[in-house]
């Protein structure tokens, strides 16, 4: 925009993207024109907002003021809140945040998915600071910035803050951003380095941190004893990736103490900084632990774990089932899920299968025998060809319809769209729904739902 436009707006909710939502006045002067997504405003709030982009039926704005305050407003912990885009919701305090996740939840269950749980989760919540036990840092060497800078973009913005301290990574990894600053910018190749993958996991009580190096260009033995020399003083391990995934390795130590464990379940689970984990350590504890207990596992049921990855929710559930079938699309992390099932003593009740998931048909289900429950856990894109799988078994198969599924969502819209396909079909009710606040401080809506075969529908 040539011309930036300042207005006085009245705050009534926020989006998905914690933006607050207001209008501007239409020709008779009533708040009910074009809808305006306002930056750092709150509900219930007035607030100065400064238009940025602007389209014919909305416009984006920051908030320059607050005319009037919401009560929930409190002061960001982090000095680089507005600018750094790794947060959208530290100025809401913390419990108003679940929340506004839970009505987005709801909402769009209502508005996309036409469907309503028939009661309530409790939210999962816990710690709101030093919760990040995996990040991806860019980097980039700014010379008017002082040299090398580490950390989380701005936002809408492809520059890197320059920031000297994260108050959502735990407290020993935001203490090494200005020395991994200073590191990068003593290596040969510094302008070749353009991201820190951060993976934090444990090694009885104390945490083991790995830091993958995204190089462009051939470390010299210089950079190398540097590496080295830093892993040494820092206690962390090195690791390098060169081209895309595959070219993943552990540099220096030599040996990999990167795990996490649930001790519910006496479970424990080694990864690699580039697997998919859950970013926030102590909450997965308590989702995988709450899964469960909605699944209803019976000794002799058996049980599917469909999207499985590494095989965290599908060792736990091996613990109380007769049988676990964990199904996943990548033949790598099959392999590395069954390796995990050895190393629990779990490989007897347990049995990993490479499909893709995004293209399952009612014959191809039926190849896998029945189940008597299920849980989903997919990606964003969420699980729509398997929920039509489910709602698309005949009645004379209703053998293979299993009695109640656990969906594990990282995108409401998406869980909306696959409850319609499972509830408007007619086979299952949608019993409870709930958030879980993987990501506090962002709009990033997290949640678990539960259905259950209708009766008439019953397999027996």
Not at 36 to 57: D, I, N
Not at 158 to 177: E, F, G, K, N, W
Not at 331 to 344: P, S
Not at 420 to 437: C, D, E, F, K, T
Request: contains cysteine; charged residues 25%; glycine residues 6%.
């Amino acid at each position: 925009m040539a011309t930036r436009t300042t207005h006085t707006i009245q705050i009534h909710a926020l989006d998905a993207e914690g933006r607050g939502v207001g209008y501007l006045p239409d020709e008779s002067g009533d708040a009910s024109g074009k809808v305006v997504f306002v930056e750092g405003a709150l509900p219930k709030e007035t607030v100065a907002a400064e238009s940025w982009k602007k389209k014919s039926r909305w416009e984006l704005a920051t908030a320059v003021s607050i005319l009037k305050a919401s009560p929930l407003r409190v002061s960001p912990k982090c000095l680089y809140f507005g600018k750094c885009g790794g947060c959208s919701m530290q100025h809401l305090e913390p419990s108003a945040q679940v929340a506004v996740k839970q009505r987005v939840l709801e909402d769009n269950l209502q508005h996309i998915g036409k469907v309503k749980a028939e009661s309530i989760l409790p939210p999962i919540h816990g710690p709101y600071w030093g919760y990040r036990f995996r990040a991806r840092l860019s980097v980039n060497h700014v010379p008017k910035k002082g040299g090398i800078l580490v950390g989380f973009r701005e936002k809408q913005s492809r520059y890197i803050t320059d920031m000297t301290q994260c108050p959502v990574l735990p407290p020993h990894m935001s203490a090494l951003l200005v020395p991994l600053r200073e590191l990068i910018g003593s290596l040969s190749i510094y302008s070749q380095v353009p991201q820190i993958e951060v993976a934090i996991g444990h090694d009885g009580n104390r945490p083991v941190t790995a830091l993958l190096l995204r190089i462009m260009a051939t470390l010299s033995q210089d950079d190398e004893t540097r590496l080295k020399q830093f892993a040494d003083k820092h206690d962390v391990q090195w690791w390098l990736q060169t081209k895309g995934p595959d070219t993943v390795h552990l540099f220096y130590p030599l040996e990999n103490r990167l795990q996490y464990v649930l001790p519910e379940f006496g479970v424990t689970m080694p990864f690699k900084p580039g697997d998919f984990t859950q970013v926030n350590y102590h909450i997965n504890q308590v989702l995988v632990s709450r899964a469960l207990r909605l699944l209803g596992i019976q000794p002799d049921d058996r049980v599917a774990d469909l999207f499985c990855g590494l095989g965290n929710f599908s060792l736990p559930i091996a613990r109380r089932a007769k049988e676990v079938v964990g199904i996943e699309g990548s033949a790598v992390l099959t392999r590395r899920a069954q390796e995990n099932a050895i190393l629990n003593g779990l490989q007897d009740k347990t049995t990993f299968r490479e499909r893709n998931l995004f293209e399952m048909t009612v014959e191809e289900w039926k190849t896998l025998k029945p189940f008597d429950r299920i849980l989903i856990d997919p990606p964003r894109d969420g699980a729509m060809a398997l929920c039509q799988t489910l709602a698309d078994i005949p009645d004379e198969d209703a053998r293979y319809r299993p009695e109640r599924i656990v969906y594990v969502s990282c995108n409401p819209a998406t869980l909306a769209r696959d409850a319609s396909i499972l509830v408007n079909s007619g086979r299952y009710r949608l019993l409870q729904a709930g958030v879980v606040n993987m990501f506090p401080h962002t709009s990033h809506v997290e949640s678990m739902a539960v259905f259950e075969v209708t009766p008439e529908k019953c397999k027996c």
